[in-house]
């Protein structure tokens, strides 16, 4: 009997140390998961259009989530357009490096991402993760080798150009001897054409394609999943928002009471509300597939609003290299993070869009598939642990357009900012401002409303500081690509395709 004890504890104890091994082995395994990734674009979201920056705005979830587990990125810039923004976190290389800081790339020019660069959906594709993009592309279609499928994601389901109708899915351009008709339809799913969720708003349409991808998603494999709404980019005639979002601000003031609300603002913002309603499905989706705990979260805009009042109080819009037009809205949320909410203000958190190359390859545990000569630096401490940037300046444009005789060239070093030339992009043909010379304090002046180096001013060091940011464009103007800015191709006619944005055609 005593012998019969001792084998039932010793079975005991031998079950037990196999359930303490058990346990350590999947704490381990846990600790080496690589965490999945959601980066969510909204497109020409403006800075007084979040509920953290205007109480009018109702993003509620959005704001939860950037407080809870969360960071706010209050100094992260952007290019002041969508295809530069969308090239650069693609690639982690500025825009006038890959000739595409001029402009977006119009719906039916001959022109793409450059395909000999990797993507980073390709490198973490190659470090074990499914990849997936729901929404909108921009980077190019007129040839196969532009196409998301190609570029490195595991599937598509979006739009290829830039603005389609909300609910048909059509975008229409003029009808001419080039094109022989007036609309044309782009929707895909991979490289088909998909009537899925016809008249189905199309914020709601890809919340509900991308919790979809979450659902099915495998556990065994890291997710990769890049959801880039579409909202809340205008027109929005004809084409409002549900009713549940427009209610929202009914009988609404929405901007500070010494703005003026523009017309399409109440849908904007509506539009704007869809997306903090999409974001809340998607993270429930997360956590109904046991994904969240081990999750990281980007939000954040392409570029600012395309209305002044948009972007309150920054100075600009979009397509302007003021701060209106390339400080972006945006936070990190996960439980990953170490510190959440820390780290001081102002120009601790500095960065730029392609530095997402690094950053998330180095969460993904796959620093060394880093191209070389990228743009990027490893924001992952900064977020994290709230130390301080690594990044003292940025780019924000480069582009000379010697037969129009413009140049548009803007620096951000430090505290200082230096607009030399145009402040609209090159696709504005502004001759007369070439030699036009603004220099901010961003510490002291976060509006540019004082410049520092105008007409009659005696500060000399303001001056010094100047040259010194003229040299360093200098600099990287020895780098700079020209821009690729080709007029739009009349075989690119959606009524050759039987009226559908298709590929093959250049």
């Known amino acids: 009997m005593f012998e019969a004890g001792v084998r039932s504890i010793l079975g005991v104890g031998i079950f037990l140390s196999f359930l303490n091994v058990v346990h350590l082995r999947k704490k381990i395994l846990k600790s080496e998961q690589k965490p999945n990734i959601i980066f969510i674009l909204a497109d020409d979201l403006g800075w007084n259009e979040v509920s953290w920056h205007n109480k009018r705005i109702k993003t509620p979830f959005l704001e939860a989530l950037s407080e809870t587990h969360g960071v706010r990125l209050e100094q992260s810039y952007v290019a002041p357009k969508c295809s530069p923004s969308r090239a650069a976190l693609m690639t982690g290389i500025y825009p006038f490096r890959l000739g595409m800081q001029r402009n977006a ?6 022109v793409g991402m450059n395909s000999s660069l990797q993507t980073l959906p390709q490198l973490l594709k190659q470090g074990g993760y499914a990849t997936h993009i729901v929404g909108k592309w921009h980077l190019g279609y007129c040839n196969q080798e532009y196409l998301p499928n190609n570029r490195g994601f595991d599937s598509f389901f979006g ?4 603005k389609t109708d909300y609910y048909s899915r059509k975008l229409k351009f003029e009808r001419s001897l080039r094109y022989k008709n007036s609309d044309a339809y782009d ?14 708003f199309s ?3 890809y919340t509900r394609k991308a919790a ?5 998603h495998p556990s065994d494999k890291p997710l990769f999943l890049y959801l880039s709404y579409q909202a809340p980019h205008m027109p929005f005639t004809g084409q409002y928002p549900p009713s549940k979002y427009m209610n929202l601000y009914k009988n609404s003031t929405l901007y500070q009471n010494n703005l003026k609300q523009d017309r ?4 904007r913002v509506a539009a704007v509300s869809a997306i903090d309603s999409g974001v809340k499905q998607v993270v429930k989706a997360l956590k109904m597939s046991g994904l969240y705990d081990n999750s990281i979260i ?24 003021y701060e209106g037009g390339v400080r972006a809205a945006g936070f990190v949320h996960s439980k990953l993070i170490k510190r959440p909410g820390k780290g001081k203000p102002g120009k601790s958190r500095l960065m730029y869009i392609t530095d997402w190359m690094s950053t998330l390859l180095h969460v993904a545990g796959l620093d060394a598939f880093l191209p070389p000569n990228v743009d990027s630096i490893n924001m992952w401490p900064v977020i994290s642990h709230g130390i301080q940037s690594p990044r003292n300046e940025v780019v924000l444009n480069l582009d000379q357009d010697p037969f129009a005789g413009t140049w548009s060239a803007v620096i951000r070093s430090d505290k200082y900012k230096l607009i030399w030339g145009q402040q609209h992009l090159l696709k504005f043909r502004m001759a007369d401002q070439t030699c036009n010379q603004e220099l901010y304090d961003l510490d002291a002046d976060p509006n540019e409303e004082h410049n520092l180096i105008q007409i009659g001013s005696s500060d000399k060091k303001a001056a010094k500081k100047a040259g010194l940011l003229r040299i360093r464009l200098m600099e990287h103007f020895k780098t700079m690509v020209p821009a690729v800015d080709p007029p739009s191709s009349r075989a ?3 009524a050759n395709f039987g009226g559908v944005i298709s590929t093959g055609w250049c």
């Open 212 to 216: 979809t991808v979450i659902k099915n």
């Open 159 to 162: 739009q290829y150009t830039h």
């Open 187 to 200: 929707l895909h799913e991979n490289s088909s054409p998909t009537f899925e969720g016809e008249k189905e």
């Open 298 to 321: 980007i939000f954040s805009s392409d570029n600012g609003g395309s209305h002044d009042v948009s972007n309150y109080p920054l100075r600009g819009r979009k397509e302007q290299v």
């Open 492 to 494: 690119a006619d959606p």
């Open 203 to 205: 914020t709601d349409l």
């Open 105 to 110: 790339i119009e719906r039916f020019q001959p």
């Open 264 to 267: 399409d603002a109440v849908a």
